[in-house]
């Protein structure tokens, strides 16, 4: 977690905003139990308390998953990122999504540790969070997603390429969601919502082409 | 590197120093000597720090060498090369030690060093095809003479102009832009001054006839030519210019003379001769006390001429544009043609079934070249000769070939080829200009005779159509080709062919075989002995791409292609190409020949011909640009509601383009804006489109080519026109036509307007929309003098305060009351407007109203032009727009009234004077007696005036705690207490819902009306905070539902509210996220 150096303003705002991703991604997935506690250990980032995987391989999914949005997120092509949990027959159970918008006329004017004062309720109330979590069905999997406001052009950089289009199968009906915290303070608006299958969802089918 | 060597060896330097390369002052042509440069260790045994300071001792010396020898050798000869600073490159004849001793002896200079402060002319006698490919950067926009102009100007003993003698490799003959424009340049009054009227040989010797007087007349035209220049002449006339010796002002009247009287001067070489005078050391320290105002003068026309070179740039260029005529033509088609449509109803269009597919008969009509013909037809010396349509003819031209005849086409001379490559093969090709007037003629009587034979005409383009007789079983379809190909040829004496086949693809492909001047007939039975043999290549929807693809897979006809399923197609090459390719195969299309369909967007873009400097020139650009689509929507008679922007921004590494003055190597952009009403209205066209175009954040110079559309079209019924032309009035700055209008001021201003109160009040709204069509940027010294008339606000003026008017009007001769009364008339329309009524309520006892119409009159004083009066309130402004509203509209009242008397005044103080003055004038507090009696009145009246409703949590406290003060009802009053108790530092409304929580709501002491009016209040409070909020602050919102929830269930007031509130969240929710709040 070693800070890279961006050269813009809006670009510190991402690298920040990358490298608070990345904890809150692993808070996201230690918070649903996923894996044994033990998988993760006690870390101090922004002075919260926060957990790391140890294990290498997850550490650097969850690294690469948010670094490898830094390029998109400094275009201002990220609209939500989520962290989307699937049932056994990969139906998705539960999404964390963090909306985010970059103001980047704004990003010159920020201060790095006013955001990360921001930046930091989100954790202290990620990790009081878990009463609004369900319960994990058995055998499910989770996956990081980002939607992009629009695609990237092909090629255009070689991070974009770790990425590829999902077809990851869409609930039926509007998800039910619930906040479970906001930030709205130039040039970083971010949000944190969950969100859960409609009740009366029946049969999830694959989302149209 | 090998060039290095070359132009040093050249530079005549005993002391060449090739260790370093610091180009920290000093620029060297040919670049790069000394890539292996070690500073420290050249520089550790020297007493030079760096590399620069060498050379600037090195050149020093050198200089004094010069003028040494120069004071021995010279002496009996006139200094004709005074000013005249040479740089030598590369091998010439005379050689550079004989150009040398010529500049000594003539009282030139001669620089051993390129530097592009002290040379003026590079002479040379041969440059590499790099350095011609990029002369810029060589040249650093110096001249690049032969040295031939040196020896004859000393046989001459005078300076000759040196434009003749510039390189031939550079000598590219292309016409100007201005050139291209040549008639209107030519009635210009201002440029057609004694000098340039003249032919170049003469103009020399008259120019240097020229008085001083006359020299700084030239410096105007000579302005104006440097606008012409391509963006990257960016250098700004300063009073500095004029300082120049006569010389200079005799060169420059050459540069005039030569423009004007000779179009053929490449851009590039009058670009660096400009720059050349422009850049001479002013040693003669004539500095004419008419320096300054010549060059405010030359400033004002710079100003006035600001888009490119033309100001009427966007008009001309789609007056010459062959894919405007053809794209604007449709829309007379359908003008003259539509009519009889109507009363003839196609029974089966659109639908084409299997069974009476086999009964189609199609004819495919096509003019023979077109373009061309319609020129030859009047000109019998070019008939059998091979004729191509351009719009310039110019053998080293990269102007492309939009259209050749046969003869033409038969030596290989094809559309879109450059003029130079089309010469290459065909000498004695003729290139002929458009006649658009004899298209459109011809076009029309082309379709005349269309219409007579058949009812059921489809126009591709104007020259090219196809024709359903199916149902005319009377008539042989052969016959009745051969019939309207006559009576074509008799009409418009060009030929025309025809292709007969089964369905719209065979008829066409029937047309290619009959070209020239020929039918075809491809009956059922031998349709696929046709296709057997075709080319894919030929079929229409088969590019380039889509053929080679076809190759690589090894189809090259279609019987190859037959052999493929259709299945097969479609996974290679997508679902509709291979359902084309499948069925078009076959001869197979399903299209049936249908009436023009109405356009789905209308637009003008422009590619060609596009450089800017500055915002201005961006701002007139695009307002011609709206002009045109303005111009083009009404003629279709169609209004749109999408506006897109697209520009062309020259790729990074992209040089200048091949094609001159083209776009060369472009990223493309778009933008759109979609609108509630359609509109066809110029100024919000204007408005939308700079809107737009500010949100690329593009560096000007860098675009190319801008293009606007307009979708989402909707026909204009002139019934709803008047109610259109209110609701765009409304919701849009009509007043955007105040482009040059102190923009310092304006930028000022717009900042001044708190963002979110956009639509706030009419009038200042409509202000604030005004100006923020005006981007922030703006070149500093604008209002140095007065813009032009025709960009005044008329609003404004009309709203001045007399005695300012009658000053403005001494400054503008008298005519500003002119103009007033003249546009007033046209303004009648507006009358129903609420800014006009405003002016009229002003008079009347509606207090409220009366603020903000004064308040609107106080902001228009800033747009007086007189530049420093006007700047010192506006820049007071700016200091204070954190923390003050904009006027006293924004200020509640009741507040004020309830302010210490001290308080109050230090307030009232913080305004700006004139406001101060109003608002004191006007009394405030009868306002606010007002407001005690009738709180809803004023929300009433804020409506009217368009107050948005969003502004209810505008300010702090917001408005609603105040409403809710006195509005008389407890609950609402609770609600306002509650806030001052607890939310005051945090004005969140879940703070205060939670507080209400504790709180004991009675019920049922107000009456049923009552209840109603409250549950209505507190809803609309509700809903603007949750308006605010949605989009990014859910966890506020979700916070407050619930709380909400936990409320209703308390009482009566709140269960009515959650019951309406409820359903508008989720909506509102639904509709930013796509998903509804949970409820626990």
């Known amino acids: 977690m070693n800070m890279k150096k961006g050269d813009n303003p809006s670009g510190k705002v991402a690298n920040t905003l990358v490298e608070f991703l990345e904890v809150a991604i692993t808070m996201v997935v230690f918070l649903k139990g996923f894996y044994p506690s033990a998988a993760f250990e006690r870390m101090r980032y922004m002075n919260v308390v926060v957990q790391r995987a140890r294990h290498p391989e997850l550490r650097d999914y969850i690294h690469f998953s948010a670094s490898g949005l830094l390029p998109f997120i400094e275009k201002g092509l990220v609209e939500r990122v989520a962290v989307i949990f699937f049932s056994n027959d990969n139906v998705p159970v539960e999404r964390f999504i963090f909306k985010l918008t970059i103001n980047p006329s704004s990003a010159a004017s920020v201060e790095e540790s006013q955001l990360e004062f921001r930046l930091r309720s989100f954790l202290v109330k990620l990790s009081a969070s878990k009463s609004l979590v369900k319960p994990l069905p058995p055998n499910c999997r989770w996956e990081v997603t980002a939607y992009l406001r629009s695609l990237p052009e092909v090629g255009s950089s070689k991070e974009g390429e770790l990425w590829i289009p999902t077809d990851t199968k869409q609930w039926m009906k509007p998800p039910v969601i619930t906040p479970v915290k906001s930030l709205n303070s130039e040039p970083l608006c971010l949000q944190l919502y969950l969100e859960h299958p409609c009740l009366s969802e029946t049969q999830p089918c694959q989302e149209a082409q | 590197m090998k060039r290095s060597i070359g132009s040093n060896s050249n530079s005549g330097s005993s002391k060449k120093s090739k260790k370093n390369n610091n180009p920290s002052n000093q620029k060297t042509l040919g670049a790069a000597w000394g890539a292996a440069s070690r500073p420290s260790s050249s520089f550790r045994s020297s007493p030079f720090s760096n590399f620069g300071s060498y050379m600037e001792v090195k050149n020093r010396k050198l200089q004094n060498q010069f003028e040494n020898e120069a004071a021995g050798v010279s002496g009996s000869e006139k200094l004709i090369f005074q000013g005249v600073s040479i740089f030598v490159d590369g091998l010439t004849v005379p050689s550079h030690q004989e150009l040398r001793s010529y500049m000594m002896r003539y009282g030139g200079r001669f620089e051993n060093y390129f530097s592009r402060r002290s040379v003026t002319h590079i002479i040379c006698s041969n440059l590499p095809d790099s350095k011609v490919k990029n002369l810029r950067a060589f040249s650093r926009g110096l001249p690049v003479v032969k040295p031939a102009w040196i020896v004859d100007s000393i046989s001459a003993n005078r300076l000759l102009g040196w434009v003749p003698y510039q390189l031939d490799q550079l ?477 062309k921004k020259r790729k990074k590494d992209a040089g200048e383009p091949v094609k001159y003055m083209g776009c060369g190597d472009c990223d493309n952009f778009s933008r759109s804006i979609t609108v509630p009403a359609a509109t066809d209205d110029i100024e919000v066209l204007q408005r939308i489109s700079k809107k737009l175009f500010g949100s690329f954040c593009l560096d000007v110079k860098e675009v190319r080519g801008v293009g606007l559309q307009v979708s989402k079209l909707e026909g204009a019924d002139p019934s709803n026109k008047g109610s259109k032309t209110l609701t765009s009035w409304l919701n849009s700055a009509p007043a955007s036509v105040q482009t040059e209008k102190d923009d310092n001021v304006f930028a000022a201003e717009v900042r001044e307007i708190p963002e979110g109160k956009r639509r706030d009040t009419g009038g200042v709204s409509r202000l604030r929309e005004c100006n923020s069509a005006e981007p922030s940027v703006q070149s500093g010294d604008t209002n140095s003098s007065l813009p032009p008339m025709c960009h005044l606000d008329m609003e404004v003026l009309e709203n001045l305060p007399p005695e300012l008017l009658s000053e403005l009007d001494g400054t503008y001769g008298g005519k500003l009351y002119e103009l007033i009364e003249k546009k007033r008339g046209k303004r009648k329309i507006n009358s129903s407007s609420p800014h006009v009524s405003l002016d009229g309520i002003k008079g009347s006892s509606s207090a409220s109203i009366k603020i903000h119409g004064s308040s609107t009159s106080g902001e228009k004083k800033h747009d007086k032009p007189h530049p420093s009066i006007a700047r010192a309130p506006s820049e007071r402004a700016i200091k204070m727009t954190d923390l003050m509203p904009l006027s006293l509209s924004q200020v509640d009242v009741s507040v004020l009234q309830e302010l210490p008397e001290e308080l109050r005044a230090d307030v009232l103080g913080a305004f700006p004077t004139h406001r101060r003055q109003q608002s004191s004038s006007n009394a405030p507090m009868e306002t606010c007696k007002k407001q005690d009696k009738e709180p809803t009145d004023i929300n009433d009246a804020e409506n009217d005036i368009g107050f948005s409703s969003s502004s209810l949590w505008f300010g702090n406290p917001p408005l609603w705690v105040e409403n809710f003060q006195i509005s008389g009802n407890c609950t609402l009053e609770k609600f306002s207490k509650i806030y001052y108790k607890v939310a005051q530092p945090r004005p969140m409304l879940s703070t205060v819902l939670q507080r209400a929580m504790s709180e004991v709501w009675s019920s049922g002491d107000a009456s049923a009306n009552d209840l109603e009016k409250t549950v209505h209040d507190v809803c609309e409070f509700l809903k603007e905070y949750i308006k605010i909020k949605v989009e990014g602050d859910i966890e506020e919102i979700y916070l407050c539902f619930r709380l909400l929830k936990r409320l209703a269930a308390r009482s009566q007031l709140f269960h009515q509210v959650y019951e309406i509130v409820s359903p508008f969240i989720q909506a509102l929710i639904s509709e930013h996220y796509g998903g509804s709040l949970s409820m626990p």
């Open chain 2, 171 to 647: 000598n590219d003959t292309q016409p100007k832009l201005s050139a291209f424009f040549a008639p209107r340049r030519h009635s210009n009054p201002q440029v057609a001054s004694p000098v340039s009227s003249s032919q170049p040989e003469t103009g020399f010797s008259e120019a240097e006839e020229g008085s001083s007087v006359r020299a700084g007349e030239s410096e105007e035209p000579r302005d104006h030519v440097a606008d012409e220049m391509d963006g990257v002449y960016t250098e700004k006339t300063t009073p500095e210019m004029t300082a120049q010796t006569r010389i200079d002002n005799l060169q420059c009247s050459e540069v005039n003379a030569e423009i004007l009287g000779n179009y053929d001067n490449e851009e590039k070489e009058l670009n660096s001769e400009l720059q050349s005078t422009t850049n001479l050391p002013s040693a003669s320290d004539n500095k004419s006390s008419h320096g300054k105002s010549v060059a405010t003068a030359a400033e004002s026309s710079l100003r006035r001429h600001s888009t490119l070179e033309d100001p009427n740039f966007v008009e001309n260029y789609f007056k010459n544009s062959r894919l405007h005529f053809i794209g604007t033509w449709r829309n007379r088609y359908r003008k003259r043609f539509h009519g009889s449509f109507n009363g003839l109803k196609w029974t089966d269009s659109g639908q084409n079934t299997d069974e009476n597919a086999k009964k189609l008969t199609i004819i495919h009509i096509d003019l023979d070249s077109f373009f061309v013909s319609v020129v030859v037809r009047n000109r019998l010396e070019l008939q059998d000769k091979p004729v191509a349509v351009c719009h310039s003819d110019n053998p080293k031209g990269t102007a492309e070939i939009s259209s050749a005849n046969y003869p033409a086409r038969a030596y290989g001379v094809k559309a879109g080829m450059f003029v130079r490559h089309a010469k290459d093969l065909c000498p004695q090709l003729v290139i002929v200009p458009y006649n658009f007037e004899a298209y459109e003629e011809v076009a029309d009587q082309f379709y005349d005779i269309l219409h007579r034979h058949c009812r059921k005409v489809q126009a591709v383009s104007c020259d090219e159509a196809f024709l359903d007789v199916s149902d005319m079983r009377d008539v042989e379809p052969e016959l009745l080709a051969s019939t309207i190909r006559k009576e074509i040829l008799d009409t418009t004496r060009c030929s025309a062919s025809a292709g007969i086949g089964g369905t719209m693809l065979m008829a066409r492909l029937a047309t290619r075989v009959a070209k020239p001047a020929g039918q075809f007939h491809i009956s059922a039975e031998k349709v696929e002995e046709f296709l057997d043999q075709l080319a894919v290549g030929t079929l229409p929807g088969v590019g380039s791409v889509l053929k080679e693809k076809l190759e690589k897979q090894n189809i090259q006809t279609c019987r190859q292609l037959r052999l493929i399923s259709k299945d097969a197609l479609q996974k290679d090459f997508g679902v509709k190409t291979g359902e084309m390719l499948w069925s078009y195969s076959r001869g197979l299309d399903l299209r049936s020949v249908t009436a023009v369909q109405e356009s789905k967007s209308i637009g003008a873009e422009v590619n060609w011909g596009v450089r800017f400097r500055d915002q201005q020139d961006v701002q007139h650009f695009l307002q011609c640009l709206c002009k045109e689509v303005s111009l083009r929507l009404q003629g279709c008679e169609m209004m749109g509601r999408t506006f897109t922007l697209k520009i």
